[in-house]
């Protein structure tokens, strides 16, 4: 009975972003990035347009959205054929120390 217990709450705790794998594709360039206004953001010190549907990951995999970095974030992201910025992840401290 005390096992089932345990079990219980391990599963009760569990929280399921935790559970999804962050998978960051090897061709993402790494740059800062930062809000500007709009759909304008700032890569590297230039002036960038996000593309229509970019979806921006915080360090959690959660979606945010783009007026939330008011501040540089040290990124990895994609860039779609239009040459916008498409997919963003803000990175951990772990993917920030791996080069």
Do not use: C, F
């Amino acid at each position: 009975m005390r096992y089932l217990a345990v079990i219980a709450l391990v599963l009760l705790q569990m929280n399921p972003v935790a559970a999804q794998l962050r998978t960051i594709p090897g061709d993402a360039k790494r740059g800062e990035l930062r809000h500007l206004n709009d759909m304008l953001v700032e890569v590297d010190g230039k002036q960038r347009r996000l593309s229509p549907g970019a979806q921006i990951r915080d360090p959690d995999n959660r979606l945010v959205v783009p007026s939330s970095l008011v501040q540089k974030r040290e990124v990895k992201y994609r860039v779609d054929a239009q040459g916008m910025v498409h997919r963003v992840w803000i990175l951990t401290p772990q993917e920030k120390a791996a080069k």
